[in-house]
């Protein structure tokens, strides 16, 4: 039993708890599941700079941060207590595609060739935590939410708007990920 | 509509309880692995389809059961789901979001789940998001909407 749970889970596990959380956070007190809120509600508490998008009563959503809290905490239980001791198993053709690129280490969950502190203050770090990054924060927030709240949350309540974007967004995902990444991989 | 702004504080802690739960699903489905990102992307593996997918599904089957069953929160309120609104930003927004997913691996949730996994330089990805979202909060005025 531990080494089901021990080992990866599959999407017909995932999907459906994660998708229980919609209805979880309405009975729980009528919230709505959205994930990219919480980094407004950071710059209202830490940094609102009379700016009037960051002036309103973030204390009132702070159970939003609560639960990145919790996601934070799950995340650090699921690699200690509950870590998988075998790596990462990622699907052959993508890994040979991103062998060709030089990124050979797939054991962990992120690849170490990139996301490495070495790599900070390089144009790829610059790239891929810098540019990236704020990509999310300002494109999440113009968007009005993000693969929680639109794909997951609006598309539950058949929000026409989520289904745009939720289209835009992966869209520009494969277009990135085929046409940039290639690109990017190289720096 | 919310708890009262007096309700003490730890009435949020069931919150934070389901976030650890989402934080182990996140990990534990590899959900916030670039790799997989990479992969779904790429068209080269089911998994993340199978994930977002079956959530939606979920979602939506648990959605319509509240609105038509007219389902109250625990407290016995109704329950009230805003709609979202549409304009250019849902557009402009979306398309630079999923350039943003595409490099980092990551929306929103799973930059969260990262750092907690122990991906430490993630938390300079987090920190530009939240700048991100600041400087969105800037210059909101002057963006089309």
Known sequence: MLDAIKGPWPWYVAGPIIGLTVPALLLLGNKAF??????RHICAACMP????????????????LFFVGGVV?????????????DPMV??????????????????GLMPKEIFSWDNVLTVRGF?????GGFFVGFGTRWAGGCTSGHAISGLSNLQ?????ATCCFFGAGIICTWFILPYLLTL | MS???????????????????????????EIISWFRIQEMFRFESFHMYGVIGSAV???????????RIRAKTFSGEPIVIPDKAFNKGTIYGSVLFGLGWAITGACPGPLFAQVGAGYSVIIITFLSAVAGTWLYGLVREKLPH
Do not use: M
Request: contains cysteine.
């Open chain 1, 34 to 39: 959205g994930l990219s809120s919480s980094l």
């Open chain 1, 49 to 64: 700079a009379k700016i009037p998008f960051f002036t309103y009563d973030w204390k009132k959503e702070a159970w939003n």
């Open chain 1, 73 to 85: 905490i799950g995340a650090c239980i699921a690699v200690t207590l509950l870590a998988d001791p």
């Open chain 1, 90 to 107: 990622i699907a052959e053709p993508t890994a040979g595609y991103l062998a060709s690129k030089g990124i050979t280490d797939n054991s």
């Open chain 1, 127 to 131: 790239i891929f935590f810098i540019v």
């Open chain 1, 160 to 164: 026409w708007p989520s289904l745009v």
């Open chain 2, 3 to 29: 708890a009262p702004a007096s309700a003490p504080w730890w009435h949020n802690l069931r919150y934070a309880v389901w976030g650890i739960l989402f934080g182990i699903v996140f990990v534990k489905a």
């Open chain 2, 57 to 67: 599904v979920v979602g939506l089957i648990s959605v319509q059961l509240i609105k």
